[in-house]
């Protein structure tokens, strides 16, 4: 029923029956919001936020938690998870209804102050303040389309171009290779520099082929083995 009422709404709703298939499906397409009852069996409501919360892409995702728990400890222990709304049941529809587009209002107000603060107007920053990873999201999340010129500490250059918020090509512009994914995932390690996109027109074939969350979630384990292995030296 809650499906139902949102979808008429002109949201896009993934529904899941319990906490560990909420947590897969969460992974695989992160959501612009989750509401989630807490008891739930596998893994009941604040493991979930939990378990979402302890990766940094969902660090601000926003909650709202609707449950029959409706004590004050209950409601203080769904904020002290970062919830930012707890619905008791039995709840109104309409009201359910107004929280979510209070939520998404608020949360996109935020998104954008930290946008403008961190980016300003032009795109340009400081790869020490916000990294490549957090910067795609945000060129996906607005669908930018143009070319993102990085610049690292030690002067190396390249290019990235995204057509929609998607990343169809990258290079470095001192030598061939790598190419493409593999140049993100090699830029990725960059962590001091600059960065300025460009808006503009990008012509020519999608060369990466894959979503900006498979990218990044791609990287961050090649960066996770080259520091196992490094440690094991």
């Not at 139902?4 to 949201?11: A, D, M, N, S």
């Not at 979510?100 to 930290?114: C, D, F, G, L, Y």
């Amino acid at each position: 029923m809650v499906a139902t009422v949102l979808e008429k709404r002109g949201y896009a709703v993934i529904t899941a029956t319990d906490g560990e298939e909420a947590l897969t499906k969460a992974l695989a397409n992160p959501p612009d919001l989750l509401i989630s009852d807490v008891m739930m069996p596998k893994m009941d409501g604040w493991a979930l936020v939990k378990a979402l919360r302890s990766r940094p892409e969902f660090a601000t995702l926003p909650v709202i938690f609707l449950t029959a728990l409706s004590s004050d400890e209950d409601r203080i222990r769904g904020f002290r998870l970062g919830a930012d709304d707890y619905v008791p049941k039995p709840f109104r529809f309409e009201e359910l209804d107004l929280r979510v587009a209070k939520t998404m209002r608020r949360t996109q107000a935020m998104a954008q102050e930290a946008r403008e603060t961190i980016l300003g107007p032009s795109l340009k920053g400081d790869l020490a303040q916000i990294g490549l990873a957090a910067l795609l999201t945000m060129v996906e999340m607005e669908r930018k389309t143009g070319v993102l010129t990085l610049k690292n500490g030690g002067g190396s250059t390249a290019q990235i171009l995204v057509r929609n918020g998607r990343v169809v090509h990258a290079r470095l512009d001192d030598r061939p290779d790598p190419v493409d994914a593999e140049c993100v995932y090699y830029l990725l390690a960059w962590s001091t520099g600059n960065f300025e996109l460009v808006t503009c027109e990008v012509e020519g074939v999608d060369r990466v082929q894959t979503s900006t969350m498979n990218l990044l979630l791609e990287g961050a384990r090649r960066l996770d083995e080259s520091s196992q292995h490094d440690l094991s030296i």
